[in-house]
């Protein structure tokens, strides 16, 4: 167990709609990571918070926001989902988020786009 | 780094043999860390070794050890005593700026009883 809970496991949901996943970081862990796993574009980093604050941007679709609020667990909002959106999205988190602290990763959260 | 790359898409050993899983990377940072993660089918990722790129000394881990030739750009994961419970998909990623983690498109090891 990593100690970093994704909810929910499943969702599916149908095209335009809106969703939500919740990512709860290891205890004393700072930094929040969102990567996107989908079969034909391997694992995305999509974005990350540090303390509440953005540090680092990657592929993430304009569509897609997210936030860590103050007690350090982050949401990842997906909106106007469309079919290519199916994947399994994954949180991770460090301690520091510098460039010696491993990611801890959660269990995913799959999204299917009906 | 900023790119790794996995060309072995995959690999099968027998039970209780040894397996060599290889990486290169590429990066302009100076201080960097590169990783061994580990998905089996429960999807889960499972940290498995990691290696500081100042350190010549290359990491152990149990069964798990890696080769990193820092001039080359290599990394590579030796796996002694394979067990059933290693087939699975092998990452490399490393770090950049921000701990940000980049994957290549992994190896899907199998484990032959």
């Known amino acids: 167990d990593s100690g970093v809970t994704q909810t929910p496991k499943h969702l599916i949901t149908a095209t335009g709609q809106r969703v939500t996943l919740r990512c709860s970081p290891r205890?004393?862990?700072?930094?929040v990571y969102w990567y996107q796993q989908s079969l034909d574009q391997g694992l995305q980093f999509l974005i990350q918070y540090y303390n509440g604050e953005e540090r680092a941007k990657g592929n993430i679709l304009e569509r897609f926001s997210a936030q860590q609020f103050p007690d350090l667990h982050s949401e990842l909002n997906l909106s106007s989902l469309e079919l290519g959106d199916s994947a399994l999205y994954f949180c991770a988190s460090s301690v520091r988020g510098a460039t010696n602290s491993p990611l801890h990763f959660g269990n995913g959260t799959r999204l299917t786009v009906t | 780094a900023q790119t790794v790359t996995q060309s072995q898409p995959e690999m099968s050993v027998q039970e209780a043999e040894t397996v060599t899983l290889s990486c290169t990377y590429d990066?302009?940072?100076?201080?960097?860390?590169l990783f061994w993660y580990k998905q089996p089918p429960s999807r889960q990722m499972i940290l498995v070794i990691r290696q500081e790129a100042y350190k010549q000394q290359n990491a152990t881990e149990n069964r798990f050890s890696v080769n990193f030739q820092k001039a080359a750009k290599s990394f590579s994961l030796k796996i002694s005593d394979s067990q059933l419970g290693d087939a699975a998909m092998y990452f490399c990623p490393g770090t950049g700026a921000n701990s940000k983690l980049t994957f290549g498109k992994g190896i899907t090891l199998s484990v032959r009883p």
């Open positions: 990066t302009s940072e100076s201080d960097y860390y």
């Open positions: 205890s004393g862990d700072l930094s």
